[in-house]
């Protein structure tokens, strides 16, 4: 047992690291959001909230206008507005920096409590495309990890669903329900409207729903995992097959080598995807088989060569036993 010097030298070592990549992560984002001219994920949110902030509702702005100038309508649950706030007083890039720094942080604090070795999450193109749009699942890995943070779910609330469902606690879902509420009081309408909105949503399939992702399914026969759960309800929700919103698969990893090979993996489907664009392609679109081979199927691999036990989340556990309790009554009825 380490004592002294070296006992606290790990965590110093350890905020140090988060400290780096979240200086590193906020540089990343910050180029990307100033060079760009693709209006990102978070110039949406930030947008949406500096007009909630001046009276008017994002969910009411047409496409292309004025108060609007961004492609699409505003498709994003009213939370997302709420946790952009704090920085919408900053330019796009800076505002965007800051939010995708303090995430990086986070996570890559929480990530070093389990090892070093789980820093490789981040090595992965998940990581890579959420810094580089802005996107919100390095707070729904975080959200994972920490279930008092169960809030942050509901920034993406069908991925955050699966999320709280595959490690189910009671205090993160009685937290994500709390933040829920306070956004319908901070605005009553937001969640009619943002179902109409989400009418003009394409491109957002349940990976189930496809005959690669299909597989993701047969995680569940290892239920006794945790990581097998993840992995089956994740792929169960709706989600843009574009690598930021499958971060959450680098969790699957159990060891130093499987973590490297998540990566690895990722990398070369992202690395081969961008290889195969020609001009004109529909470069997300073109996307979604290397997400599903190259992120999904090894994920699924690694699940199916481990044993199956280990602890059961909280619900799936219950259940089990007031199945295994039903039965036993009836084999009693029978008996009589």
């Known amino acids: 047992m380490l004592s002294g010097p070296q006992a606290r030298s790990r965590p110093l070592a350890a905020h140090a690291a988060a400290g780096a990549i979240a200086l590193l992560a906020a540089a990343y984002t910050y180029y990307c959001l100033a060079t760009t001219v693709i209006p990102s994920d978070f110039e949406f949110w930030w947008r949406a909230a500096r ?175 945790p990581e097998a759960w993840l992995l089956a309800l994740y792929a169960c929700v709706p989600q843009l097959l574009f690598f930021a919103d499958q971060l959450p698969l680098a969790l699957v990893a159990r060891t130093k080598g499987e973590a490297q090979l998540l990566a690895a993996c990722g990398l070369t489907a992202w690395l081969v995807w961008m290889a195969r664009l020609e001009t004109g392609d529909l470069f997300v679109l073109a996307a979604a088989p290397y997400v599903l081979v190259g992120l999904y199927l090894p994920a699924l691999l690694l699940v199916l060569r481990r044993p199956n036990d280990g602890a059961l989340p909280v619900w799936a556990d219950a259940a089990w036993m007031r199945s295994r309790a039903l039965v036993a009554r009836a084999r009693v009825a029978r008996v009589r």
């Open 51 to 225: 007009l909630y902030l001046a009276g008017g509702d994002p969910y009411l702005q047409l496409p292309g206008t004025p108060a609007w100038p961004l492609p699409d309508r505003f498709y994003y649950p009213m939370p997302t507005v709420l946790a952009t706030i704090p920085v919408a007083w900053m330019p796009l890039p800076a505002a965007g920096a800051t939010l995708m720094g303090l995430a990086s942080g986070a996570l890559a604090s929480l990530l070093v409590r389990g090892g070093w070795w789980r820093l490789w999450a981040l090595a992965g193109p998940g990581f890579i495309m959420a810094l580089k749009f802005g996107q919100w699942t390095p707070l729904l890995c975080v959200a994972y990890l920490a279930p008092r943070a169960g809030g942050l779910a509901v920034l993406k609330p069908t991925l955050g669903a699966a999320l709280l469902a595959a490690r189910w606690n009671v205090r993160g879902a009685l937290v994500a329900t709390l933040v829920a509420l306070l956004s319908v009081a901070a605005l009553p309408t937001w969640p009619m409207a943002w179902l109409r909105n989400l009418d003009h949503v394409h491109a957002h399939p349940a990976p189930v729903t496809t005959a690669i992702g299909a597989f993701a399914l047969l995680a569940l026969l290892r239920w006794r995992r």
